[in-house]
């Protein structure tokens, strides 16, 4: 019996990791099926984002597809920050590990634009591609 007690929790972890993976699994094709309409996409657990012409959409992965998705056009984005750990960060010399957040300041919105990603590398990138985009206005 006392076998029995202790592989009962490994089993608990075992199930909880399936469903876990299940879950991230239906997450990913939703995700999939959404960025086809975009030209450069992005997808990690914080936030997804896409790119088409001059239009960013970004929101919350869910299993059903992206939720809570806003817009804003490259034309209204006066400026672009990297955020690491919340203290702004070159985008040239970004470190390697933090929490980064990708800052949108716009001349129409009172409060910046705050797209969260999971690598600092990858934030880097995208921030450098958007501020390439935003100087060919």
């Given at each position: 019996?006392?076998?029995?007690?202790?592989?009962?929790?490994?089993?608990?972890?075992?199930?909880?990791?399936?469903?876990?993976?299940?879950?991230?699994?239906?997450?990913?094709?939703?995700?999939?099926?959404?960025?086809?309409?975009?030209?450069?996409?992005?997808?990690?657990?914080?936030?997804?984002?896409?790119?088409?012409?001059?239009?960013?959409?970004?929101?919350?992965?869910?299993?059903?597809?992206?939720?809570?998705?806003?817009?804003?056009?490259?034309n209204d984005v006066q400026s672009i920050r990297l955020?690491?750990?919340?203290?702004?960060?070159?985008?040239?010399?970004?470190?390697?590990?933090?929490?980064?957040?990708?800052?949108?300041?716009?001349?129409?919105?009172?409060?910046?634009?705050?797209?969260?990603?999971?690598?600092?590398?990858?934030?880097?990138?995208?921030?450098?591609?958007?501020?390439?985009?935003?100087?060919l206005q």
């Amino acid at each position: 019996m006392s076998r029995g007690l202790f592989w009962l929790p490994l089993l608990a972890i075992f199930v909880w990791l399936t469903w876990a993976g299940w879950n991230e699994y239906q997450k990913l094709e939703a995700y999939k099926t959404w960025a086809a309409q975009f030209e450069r996409a992005k997808y990690d657990i914080y936030a997804v984002l896409g790119q088409k012409g001059r239009e960013l959409t970004w929101g919350l992965p869910t299993r059903k597809g992206p939720v809570s998705l806003e817009t804003v056009s490259l034309n209204d984005v006066q400026s672009i920050r990297l955020l690491v750990n919340e203290q702004p960060a070159a985008l040239e010399a970004a470190p390697n590990q933090g929490k980064a957040i990708l800052e949108l300041t716009c001349a129409d919105r009172a409060a910046p634009i705050r797209i969260p990603f999971t690598e600092v590398p990858l934030a880097a990138k995208w921030g450098e591609y958007l501020q390439a985009n935003l100087s060919l206005q």
